[in-house]
C-alpha cells in the first residue's frame, strides 16, 4: 500500500513560501544591520525604504504561509527522533512563525512612533497605528532589535539541526524541504 | 550727531504707528507654517516653528490688503534630529548663509467667496520667485484666520543640491501648508 503524498513531504507552495521568506530575511537582516550606521544621503533613504517593504512583503507571505499550513498540516517529524528533539523542533518553528509576524510588525509600530509611515512599494500606505512619539520610537527600535536577534539565532538553530538531519542522522527532513536531495540520494 | 540720532529715532518711534495702523501681528500659537515633502513616496511634515507674520486685510477690498511673511529657517523641524541635521546643511536650507524665507505679497485678487488668490514674492534660499497662493479666509471671533496650500517645486530654490537632486528619492514638489491666524485686536 502507497502512502499518500502529503503525509511524505511538504506541498510545493509550502516549499515556494519557505524558500521565499528565507531568501528575503536573508536579505532583509544584513541590509537593516549596513543600513543603520550610514550617514545620511539619498541611497540611505532608499535602503530604509526598501527594508520596509522586504519586511511587509515577509509579513504578508507568512500571513499567506499560515493559511495554507492550516489547511495542509506539517509531515510528522521521522520515526524514532527522541522525544527532546521533537519538542524542540516544536517550539523552534511556533517561535520562528511568530517572528515572521513579530517582526515586520515591530518595524511597522517604530516607523510610526519614528513618525516616517511605511510606503509599501512608495505606493500604497499602511495605517500609522501609533502616533509619532521619540521615546516610544526608541524603545520600539530596540524591541526590533532583539526581535531580530532572537529571529538569527532561532534560523542558525533551524539551519544547525536541518544540516544534521542531512549529514549524521541520514533521515529525509532536509530533503523535505529540498526535494532535489531526496530525488539524488536513493533509500 | 548723537542728538539727531535719538531725535530721528524718537520721531519713528512716535510716527510708526499712522505709517503701518491697520497691521495685525499674528496669534502664534494657533498658526503655522508647514512644508510637505514626499521621500521614496512617504509624506513627510516639517514644521517652522518660528515665523513673524504681519497682515493688513479688509475682505470687502483685498485689493488694498497685503501680507508679509518672515520665516526662520533654522527652525525648521522634522520632528527627527538627524532629519534637522541635514536640512540645515548647505546641500538643503543653509541655514547658516540664508537664515530667512520671505513671503511678500505684491497683489491680492478675489476668487470666489471667501477665496482669494495671493500673489506675492517668495524668497527662500536667496532665490525670489513669483508665486500666487490660494487663500481662504475667515473672521473668526476677532482673529482672521488665512489658509491655504502652496505648491512649490524644491529644486526651483535649490533646496536638495548635489545627490539630492534626484527627485526619485525626494520629490520636488513641496507642499507649503500655511495657516495664518491674527492676533486678537
Given at each position: 500500500m502507497k502512502m499518500s503524498l502529503p503525509t511524505l513531504g511538504y506541498s510545493r507552495t509550502a516549499i515556494a513560501l519557505h524558500w521565499a521568506i528565507a531568501l528575503l530575511i536573508f536579505c532583509a537582516f544584513p541590509l537593516g544591520i549596513y543600513m543603520a550606521?550610514?550617514?545620511?544621503s539619498p541611497g540611505r533613504l532608499k535602503l530604509y525604504s526598501y527594508h520596509k517593504w522586504i519586511g511587509v512583503t515577509v509579513f504578508l507571505l507568512a500571513l499567506a504561509r499560515l493559511a495554507w499550513r492550516w489547511q495542509h498540516p506539517a509531515p510528522p517529524p521521522p520515526?524514532?527522533?527522541?522525544a527532546w528533539q521533537r519538542i524542540a523542533s516544536i517550539a523552534t518553528h511556533h517561535l520562528l512563525y511568530l517572528l515572521l509576524f513579530a517582526v515586520p510588525i515591530s518595524g511597522w509600530l517604530m516607523s510610526s512612533a519614528k513618525g516616517f509611515q511605511t510606503v509599501y512599494l512608495g505606493i500604497i500606505p499602511l495605517p500609522d497605528?501609533?502616533?509619532?512619539?521619540k521615546a516610544l520610537g526608541d524603545a520600539l527600535l530596540l524591541v526590533h532589535q532583539i526581535l531580530n536577534f532572537t529571529l538569527a539565532t532561532l534560523v542558525v538553530t533551524h539551519l544547525t539541526a536541518a544540516l544534521k538531519h542531512y549529514f549524521?542522522?541520514?533521515?529525509?527532513v532536509l530533503g523535505r524541504m529540498i526535494p532535489l536531495l531526496n530525488q539524488r540520494k536513493p533509500r | 550727531m548723537r542728538k539727531t540720532a535719538i531725535a530721528l529715532a524718537l520721531g519713528a518711534a512716535l510716527l510708526s504707528p499712522f505709517i503701518a495702523p491697520a497691521l495685525a501681528q499674528v496669534d502664534a500659537a494657533k498658526s503655522s507654517v508647514v512644508a510637505v515633502s514626499r521621500q521614496m513616496g512617504v509624506p513627510v511634515e516639517g514644521k517652522f516653528r518660528r515665523f513673524s507674520a504681519q497682515v493688513s486685510f479688509d475682505p470687502a477690498r483685498p485689493a488694498e490688503g497685503k501680507a508679509s511673511l518672515e520665516i526662520d529657517?533654522?527652525?525648521?523641524?522634522?520632528?527627527d534630529a538627524d532629519f534637522n541635521r541635514e536640512t540645515a546643511k548647505k546641500e538643503w536650507f543653509d541655514a547658516a548663509k540664508f537664515p530667512k524665507a520671505t513671503f511678500v505679497t505684491s497683489a491680492i485678487k478675489p476668487a470666489g467667496p471667501g477665496k482669494f488668490d495671493a500673489a506675492g514674492k517668495l524668497t527662500i534660499k536667496g532665490k525670489t520667485l513669483d508665486v500666487v497662493a490660494p487663500v481662504t479666509y475667515k473672521a473668526e471671533g476677532g482673529q482672521q484666520v488665512f489658509e491655504g496650500v502652496l505648491p512649490i517645486k524644491r529644486l526651483q530654490f535649490n533646496?536638495?543640491?548635489?545627490?539630492?537632486?534626484?527627485?526619485?528619492?525626494?520629490?520636488d514638489d513641496v507642499q507649503i501648508k500655511f495657516r495664518i491666524v491674527t492676533a486678537k485686536k
Amino acid at each position: 500500500m502507497k502512502m499518500s503524498l502529503p503525509t511524505l513531504g511538504y506541498s510545493r507552495t509550502a516549499i515556494a513560501l519557505h524558500w521565499a521568506i528565507a531568501l528575503l530575511i536573508f536579505c532583509a537582516f544584513p541590509l537593516g544591520i549596513y543600513m543603520a550606521d550610514l550617514p545620511f544621503s539619498p541611497g540611505r533613504l532608499k535602503l530604509y525604504s526598501y527594508h520596509k517593504w522586504i519586511g511587509v512583503t515577509v509579513f504578508l507571505l507568512a500571513l499567506a504561509r499560515l493559511a495554507w499550513r492550516w489547511q495542509h498540516p506539517a509531515p510528522p517529524p521521522p520515526a524514532g527522533m527522541p522525544a527532546w528533539q521533537r519538542i524542540a523542533s516544536i517550539a523552534t518553528h511556533h517561535l520562528l512563525y511568530l517572528l515572521l509576524f513579530a517582526v515586520p510588525i515591530s518595524g511597522w509600530l517604530m516607523s510610526s512612533a519614528k513618525g516616517f509611515q511605511t510606503v509599501y512599494l512608495g505606493i500604497i500606505p499602511l495605517p500609522d497605528l501609533l502616533t509619532k512619539d521619540k521615546a516610544l520610537g526608541d524603545a520600539l527600535l530596540l524591541v526590533h532589535q532583539i526581535l531580530n536577534f532572537t529571529l538569527a539565532t532561532l534560523v542558525v538553530t533551524h539551519l544547525t539541526a536541518a544540516l544534521k538531519h542531512y549529514f549524521v542522522d541520514r533521515d529525509e527532513v532536509l530533503g523535505r524541504m529540498i526535494p532535489l536531495l531526496n530525488q539524488r540520494k536513493p533509500r | 550727531m548723537r542728538k539727531t540720532a535719538i531725535a530721528l529715532a524718537l520721531g519713528a518711534a512716535l510716527l510708526s504707528p499712522f505709517i503701518a495702523p491697520a497691521l495685525a501681528q499674528v496669534d502664534a500659537a494657533k498658526s503655522s507654517v508647514v512644508a510637505v515633502s514626499r521621500q521614496m513616496g512617504v509624506p513627510v511634515e516639517g514644521k517652522f516653528r518660528r515665523f513673524s507674520a504681519q497682515v493688513s486685510f479688509d475682505p470687502a477690498r483685498p485689493a488694498e490688503g497685503k501680507a508679509s511673511l518672515e520665516i526662520d529657517i533654522a527652525s525648521f523641524d522634522l520632528g527627527d534630529a538627524d532629519f534637522n541635521r541635514e536640512t540645515a546643511k548647505k546641500e538643503w536650507f543653509d541655514a547658516a548663509k540664508f537664515p530667512k524665507a520671505t513671503f511678500v505679497t505684491s497683489a491680492i485678487k478675489p476668487a470666489g467667496p471667501g477665496k482669494f488668490d495671493a500673489a506675492g514674492k517668495l524668497t527662500i534660499k536667496g532665490k525670489t520667485l513669483d508665486v500666487v497662493a490660494p487663500v481662504t479666509y475667515k473672521a473668526e471671533g476677532g482673529q482672521q484666520v488665512f489658509e491655504g496650500v502652496l505648491p512649490i517645486k524644491r529644486l526651483q530654490f535649490n533646496i536638495g543640491e548635489g545627490e539630492w537632486k534626484d527627485t526619485a528619492t525626494v520629490a520636488d514638489d513641496v507642499q507649503i501648508k500655511f495657516r495664518i491666524v491674527t492676533a486678537k485686536k
